[in-house]
């Protein structure tokens, strides 16, 4: 018993670390790269942080500080979807103010205060209107794995009946998805191009100065 009850725990940590990064990596990444103008290095650095942190506590604490905060104010899965999203709003805006700034400085590696700050500033929007899109993965992880079942009036009942074994087809998809989606954000990153670019130049800038040192000593 003990041992099955270690195994749960252990199942329920990875399902929902897992569904946070598949729902939260290709969101943040393109806020990072299309908005923020990080580097994909940058971006991918935050996003390997994030996910480190995740695995490390941080994405536990989330979900499992989202079940206590909707159990403190009432919310339940047969709650009204507009209530819990204002819910997920909320707390999830709430969680990024404090987690944003130590991602971006200490594991993202940005030393541009005036970019962290708009990272954090818009990463709190981010997480407030993605906030409902976090508490609908979370949910949807753990009902595609076995943990609990999804009985959000808004899960697709196609979902719902599916055996086990399509569950968690439908998970490795969505992960598979998700990591595509992100190199995808990634290879067409402004930012890259723009640094090689000015890189560029100075080698371009410093030819010309040696091609001019040489006449002059000519």
């Known amino acids: 018993m003990k041992l099955d009850g270690l195994y749960q725990k252990l199942k329920s940590y990875v399902v929902d670390n897992t569904s946070l990064l598949v729902e939260s990596t290709p969101v943040f990444a393109a806020f990072e790269t299309q908005i ?8 991918l650095n935050t996003r390997l942080g994030a996910a480190l ?9 989330l979900a499992k500080g ?10 339940s899965e047969i709650s009204s979807e507009s209530n819990q999203f204002m819910h997920d709003t909320i707390y999830l805006a709430a969680f990024n103010l404090v ?8 594991i993202g590696g940005e030393t541009d205060l005036e970019k962290i700050a708009w990272g954090v500033l818009v990463s709190i929007l981010i997480g407030g209107l993605n906030g409902p899109a976090i508490g609908y993965a979370i949910d949807a992880g753990r009902d595609l794995a076995g943990l609990e079942e999804n009985k ?3 899960y697709p009942k196609f979902i719902k ?13 969505a992960i598979a998805g998700s990591l595509g ?38």
């Open 181 to 218: 989606l992100t190199a995808g954000l990634y290879s067409i990153n402004p930012n890259d191009n723009i640094n090689q670019k000015s890189s560029t130049e100075i080698l371009q800038s410093d030819f010309k100065e040696s091609q001019s040192l040489e006449k002059i000593i000519k």
């Open 161 to 173: 009946r599916q055996n086990n074994l399509v569950k968690k087809s439908i998970a490795t998809l």
């Open 53 to 61: 942190l995740g695995f490390a506590g941080i994405g536990t604490a």
């Open 99 to 106: 987690a944003s700034p130590i991602l971006y400085r200490y």
């Open 36 to 43: 923020a103008n990080m580097t994909s290095n940058v971006s």
């Open 66 to 75: 989202r079940d206590y905060s909707r159990k403190l104010f009432g919310i």
């Open 152 to 154: 959000r009036m808004s």
